[in-house]
């Protein structure tokens, strides 16, 4: 029996925490479909006692961390304007 994408993103992001550009691009889909997928998995992990971690992004350029928990990476810095923005990142914990 084959694993459904959701399936799929909650097997990755439980065993190790995954990078939203790194899961997106091993998953093969948009941002917008990621970003649907793990609102959905963010409430469906409730039930079970658990929760989706999100670690906000950083700038690599000047080092900002961003404090919005977004699901996808913010465009550009805030504080320098750089376009090099790396996170966020995912977990689910218990």
């Known amino acids: 029996m084959t694993q459904t994408r959701r399936q ?3 097997d990755f992001i439980s065993d190790e925490e995954w990078n ?3 899961l ?3 998953l093969g889909v948009t941002v917008n479909i990621l970003e649907e997928d793990l609102h959905h998995i ?3 992990v409730r039930g079970s006692g658990k929760r989706l971690h ?3 992004a950083t700038c690599l350029g000047c080092g900002f961390d961003f404090t919005k928990k977004a699901l996808h990476p913010p465009g550009r810095c805030p504080q320098c304007r750089d376009r090099r923005i790396e996170g966020p990142w995912m977990k689910i914990t218990a």
């Open 24 to 26: 997106r691009h091993e």
């Open 20 to 22: 939203f550009e790194d």
């Open 54 to 56: 999100v670690r906000p």
């Open 42 to 44: 963010e409430r469906s």
């Open 8 to 10: 799929r993103i909650v």
